[in-house]
């Protein structure tokens, strides 16, 4: 019996490493949009070229995790690096929430994790994210 995609599996696409070049010039925008800093859209295709972080396109736009290890709470956490969108809608970037969850999930993570300096960051992210200055933490239960 052939194996089925899951609904969330089906909504997103893991460009692997040795893909990153390849579409790289639709991916380095969305990045230098962000306005992360110098260094950042260098950085993210570096770490996704050498498999420290993850590269996934959805149908609006994509998002990068990396997992990383919390000394502090000894627990796997998925860090989300960026997450973009493509369209002006409002809430996009929170609609990729499940398949980050799920991926955490998938790799054992205890928690997701993202940062940044956005005003109304909290408000976009919902209630499950816990604020800590520019930290957002959103624990993941195991159902």
């Not at 997103?12 to 991916?27: G, L």
């Not at 306005?35 to 420290?52: E, L, M, Q």
């Amino acid at each position: 019996m052939m194996g089925t995609a899951t609904p969330v599996q089906a909504l997103f696409s893991h460009i692997d490493q040795d893909r990153i070049d390849e579409v790289w010039a639709s991916i380095a925008p969305g990045l230098e949009s962000i306005g992360a800093g110098p260094g950042f859209v260098d950085t993210v295709r570096r770490d996704c070229i050498s498999g420290i972080s993850h590269l996934f396109v959805v149908d609006t736009g994509f998002f990068v995790v990396r997992p990383v290890f919390d000394d502090d709470h000894n627990r796997l956490e998925l860090l989300v690096v960026a997450a973009v969108t493509h369209t002006p809608k409002r809430g996009n970037v929170a609609r990729y929430q499940p398949l980050i969850e799920a991926l955490a999930r998938k790799i054992g993570a205890k928690a997701v994790v993202t940062r940044s300096n956005r005003a109304g960051m909290a408000r976009l992210l919902g209630p499950r994210w816990a604020e800590s200055h520019t930290e957002y933490v959103m624990e993941i239960s195991d159902g």
